[in-house]
C-alpha cells in the first residue's frame, strides 16, 4: 500500500460554524509531514478527524479502513493525558499505555525515557510544562504504527531539548511510517519535512513537496508559508 492516509471532501462543523470543509488529503507512507496554519485554523481538528475523536463528513480512510473505529488502532497522537487524575504516575500511565495498545514498543519507550531524561516515577502533577510534553512524545513514538500525529509536540519544550528531538525524529519513525507535525516553530522543523501541507480558509490551501517549494519558488519553507499570508506567492 503506498498511501497511508486518504481523506476526500471531508467537512466538520461545530455549533453551525464550518471549521473545515472540501478537505481532499492524500499522504504516501515514509513521509515527514509538517501541518502548518494560524492559531484557529484547524490543525488539531484534522488530526482529530483522522484519529476518528472528531465525526465530521465525507470518507477518511487510514491505510486503506475507512472504519472509524479502527483509525485509532492505526495511528498514534499525542494525546494530551487530560483523561489521568493529577495524582497518577508516569509510570501508570505506561502502563495503560502498554495494555490498551498492544503496539506500544516497552524497550523503544525505556529507549526514548533514557533519551528524553524523563523521571517515570514523579506525578503528572509534579512535571513541568516541558517535561509533560516529553512524556506525551515519548508515549507517542514508543508505539508501532502506520502514522504519527504530533500536535504541536515542542510546545513549551526547550531549545536544546527541541533541536535534539527533531534531529533524531528520523531515529524513532519506523521507515515506512508516515509523520505528521504541527508546529509553529516553522524554520526549526523545516530541515526535516519531505512536504508541508497548510491549512488556511477552512481547508487544504496548499500541500507541496519540500523540495518543489525550494525549487519552484526558490525559497525556504518558511518564507513559502509566510508569503501565502502576504499574497506573494500564488499557488495551484
Ligand atoms: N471545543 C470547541 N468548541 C468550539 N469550537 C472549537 C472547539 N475546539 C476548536 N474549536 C474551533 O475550531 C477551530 C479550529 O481549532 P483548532 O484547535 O483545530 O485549530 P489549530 O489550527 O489547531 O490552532 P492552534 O494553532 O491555535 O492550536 C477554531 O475556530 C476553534 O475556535
Redesign the pocket.
Given at each position: 500500500m503506498t498511501n497511508v492516509l486518504a481523506m476526500e471532501q471531508v467537512s466538520y462543523k461545530?455549533?453551525l460554524?464550518t471549521?473545515l470543509q472540501g478537505v481532499d488529503l492524500t499522504l504516501a507512507t515514509g513521509k515527514i509531514v509538517g501541518l502548518l496554519?494560524?492559531?484557529?485554523?484547524?490543525?488539531?481538528?484534522?488530526m482529530?478527524l483522522i484519529t476518528g475523536s472528531a465525526k465530521g463528513q465525507g470518507s477518511i480512510a487510514v491505510c486503506g479502513d475507512t472504519a472509524m473505529v479502527q483509525h485509532k488502532r492505526h495511528v498514534s497522537f499525542t494525546e494530551q493525558l487530560r483523561g489521568f487524575s493529577a495524582n497518577t504516575k508516569v509510570e501508570r500511565v505506561v502502563n495503560f499505555y502498554r495494555t490498551v495498545y498492544p503496539d506500544f514498543d516497552g524497550q523503544r519507550f525505556e529507549e526514548l525515557v533514557t533519551f528524553l531524561q524523563i523521571d517515570t516515577t514523579l506525578k503528572l502533577s509534579a512535571l513541568s510544562k516541558g517535561m509533560k510534553e516529553k512524556v506525551i512524545i515519548a508515549l507517542t513514538l514508543a508505539r508501532q504504527t502506520q502514522l504519527y500525529l504530533l500536535?504541536?509536540p515542542f510546545s513549551g519544550i526547550d531549545s536544546i531539548s527541541r533541536k535534539k528531538i527533531i534531529s533524531s525524529i528520523l531515529k524513532w519513525k519506523p521507515t515506512d511510517a508516515t509523520m505528521v507535525i504541527?508546529d509553529?516553530y516553522v524554520s526549526e522543523i523545516a530541515p526535516i519535512l519531505d512536504e508541508v501541507v497548510i491549512?488556511k480558509d477552512q481547508t487544504i490551501y496548499a500541500h507541496k513537496l519540500s523540495d518543489e517549494i525550494r525549487e519552484d519558488y526558490g525559497i525556504g519553507i518558511e518564507a513559502y508559508y509566510e508569503s501565502l499570508y502576504e499574497g506573494g506567492v500564488s499557488h495551484d
Open positions: 461545530r455549533n460554524k471549521i496554519g494560524e492559531n484557529g485554523a484547524g490543525k488539531t481538528t484534522l482529530r500536535d504541536e504541527s509553529h491549512v
